[in-house]
């Protein structure tokens, strides 16, 4: 147990997932130790309504971005002399806070450039072994270069490799620094529910990620249920208007975690794209029903969604064949 002392914990602004999983590690650090949040314009709203107590440091945004036509993989070399700018400015900032809160414990959560020689520094991932189409090696001594630069690295999963929710991501052979599984992180767990309140729902409807992506996933499941007799929820996970209308589709932007808990308990069938945090959640409220929808072109989810397919009778669905699937068959 870690107590007494002045931490700083950052997660990765890619979407939401990182600062979910962040919450219960927060909570937990929360009652002995004094707490630093570094956040970025896409995850300071979050961590404003989770924690208001706590400082929070502003740090650079990674910007990572998809595209309609290029896949994740090619569209991140693209954009990885942007990304390494990134890595460099927020280490002399790291340096800096470390320096004016007198920092002594630093939790990084995918964020590269968070570690610093002066101080213990934490690397939260549950990647330390990529998946990728093409650059398989040289991908993972880059990642691994970056991770053997803290001190020891925290997985969100379980040891128990017959249990791992992550399979072969979370592999550590190659990891030559301290290696602690941690088990699953959930911001739900600890959220109270009256679910006897709640109507049931046949389908509950997850929508996250970067755009432009999660709006042409909302419009394919939008079109595909448009004429369905089940009830049915749709959490956009934006507060832009929505593209389409459905009269068969309760719509809700966003989600408290109490609401987003009670939704998913109540749900007959969940559908979602396959990314680590929300399968966490998924797992930790023994939802068993569930239709993944990997995001074309990030290797790691259409890994995760194949992976669940094969290891808990998940349904996969590639985006591209949405019109045809029958959420039935599960």
Known sequence: MISGKTIFIS????????????????????????????????????????FPEVEKVELPSYKISYSKYLPLWLKLVMQWPAIKSVIRKEKKMLAETITKYKIDLVISDSRYGLSNKDVHCIFITHQLNLKTPFFFDIANRVNRKYIHRFN????????????????????????????????????LQNQFTDQTLLKKYDILILISGVEPQRTLLEEKLMERFVDSGKKIVLVRGTRTEAPLKNENVKIIDFASGAEL??????????????????????????????????????????????????????LEVPQNKIRNFDPDRI
């Open 11 to 50: 997660p990765l602004d890619w979407g939401l997932g990182h600062a979910t999983r962040c919450v219960p590690i927060i909570l937990s650090l929360m009652e002995k130790n004094k707490i630093f949040i570094g956040v970025t314009n896409l995850n300071t709203h979050f961590f404003s309504e989770q």
């Open 261 to 314: 808990k009670e939704l998913i308990v109540n749900a007959g069938t969940v559908i979602c794209r396959s990314g680590y945090s929300t399968l966490m959640d998924l797992h930790l409220l023994d939802k068993k029903k569930l239709i993944l929808i990997p995001t074309p072109g990030q290797r790691e989810q259409e890994y995760l969604a194949s992976y669940w397919s094969k290891k808990f009778n998940a």
């Open 152 to 187: 020891e690295v925290w997985v969100p999963d379980y040891e128990n490799e017959n249990l791992r929710l992550s399979g072969q991501l979370s592999d550590s052979g190659l990891i030559n620094i301290p290696v602690k599984y941690i088990g699953p992180k959930s911001a």
